[in-house]
């Protein structure tokens, strides 16, 4: 059996903090905010992961009220998550994922993205794709406010 999932997040871009997507600091004036490192990339895929799992969402497994968690590395909890999907019997197919923000340039830091994505899930970096866009100055992230992905996984079971 193959299940489908999709992940969402976003976050306000603000000073003070770096920004951090799939696990890569990239050099930028802004950052994300929220109660981990705000990755919203490894955020959908987290999403994703737990929904074609049939497990939940990120906020039900690792909540922001849970001290715990404040400033975690996100790809942390992307291993946790990990794990936890081949408890439940699936494997990844594949995964696609998108990155909106209108600035800083994001494509000569894909490459490592979906590396470090790939080695947190233990899976051939060709299951992953990461791909960024602008929104072309239109909505929040167009504005420059913030930042949003998109990530949809394939999962096999395996039995």
């Known amino acids: 059996m ?17 920004l951090v997507l799939g696990g890569i600091n990239i050099p930028f004036d802004l ?5 981990s490192d705000a990755d919203v990339l490894t955020h959908a895929v987290c999403d994703a992961l737990l929904g074609a799992a ?3 969402d990120l906020g039900k497994h690792f909540p922001d009220s849970d001290e715990r968690y404040r400033n975690i590395r996100s790809l942390f ?22 990155i909106v923000a209108q600035r800083p340039r994001l494509a000569p830091f894909v490459g490592r993205m979906v590396a470090n994505l790939a080695e947190v899930l233990e899976i051939d970096p060709v299951r992953v794709n990461v ?16 930042m949003s992905a998109y990530a949809v996984v394939l999962l096999k079971n395996l039995e």
């Not at 299940?3 to 000073?15: T, W």
């Not at 791909?131 to 913030?146: D, H, N, Q, S």
């Open 131 to 146: 791909k960024a866009t602008t929104t072309e100055g239109m909505g929040f992230e167009g504005r420059g406010e913030g």
């Open 2 to 18: 193959m299940r489908i999932g999709i992940g969402y997040d976003a976050h306000r871009l603000v000073e003070g903090r770096s």
């Open 77 to 98: 909890l992307l291993e946790q998550i990990g794990e936890m999907v081949r408890k439940a019997g699936y494997a990844v197919v594949n995964i696609d994922a998108v």
């Open 31 to 35: 950052g994300l905010l929220g109660h």
């Open 54 to 56: 049939g497990l939940g």
